[in-house]
């Protein structure tokens, strides 16, 4: 179940029909839904699940959580029979659904991606772009810039996740090589311009001049964090010092254990 501003109107039927999920999730927008009382939740908490329980929800806010909890004058009550409550999903990197693409900077993508994740129980993510011409990132900063200033159904839109294009030539994955390229002060102003709509930038640490790259995203607010990278390990401990507070789909697309020195020497 997911609650939005523009679906509250429909909540006594198609979103409590259980039909595509069982986790559920709220968003901020729920806040002009009536009160609610779930009861036999089979409960998520950061630490533990609770196999049954009661929630009530007042004002948009989670008001009671307890074993059993009587409803109060005007809540609607939902029985859930054992099914899964559980805080709802936030995803960093999303690059589509359905066809469709972040890099398409519209507002009929962006809504479909949305809405489809929002399906899934993700209440919240982040688009994330493809090494491309920086007008055509920036071309999405600007589009969900004005996405999220706006009330959309499905799932909130974070802000953008700027994957690219300083990356390693020797682990491009799914990007363009010949637009990866090292990152120069230049050619990541324009991206610094719109620094307000970043969620983070993934980079590959060990370029020249990634630090300072870095360094600067941490100064405008943005997350750095390490992707696409042929990294020793120095050269990834030097950008954690600077800054780098992360890595992207660890494991893939990085480099891994190897050797040098001697045995490279043979
Ligand atoms: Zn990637």
Redesign the pocket.
Known sequence: MYLTTQNKAAIPAPCFGFDFSTVWGFTAASILVPNLLFKNARLVFPDRIEPRGDLRVADGRIAAVAPSLLAEPGDMVQELGGRTLAPGFIDMHVHGALGRDAMEATPEAFEAICQYHARGGTTALALTTVTAPMEEIVAVLRAAEHYRSEPHDGAQLLGVHV?GPYFSPEKP???RVGLIRNPTPADYAPLLEWARVMTQM?LAPELPGALALIEALRAHGVRASG??SDAWDEEACAAFVHGMEGV??AF??MSTARRRGMNEAR
Do not use: D, F, I, R
Request: aromatic residues 0%; charged residues 10%; hydrophobic residues 10%.
């Open positions: 994957e994955g799914a990007h993934t992707g696409h992207t789909h893939n697309c």
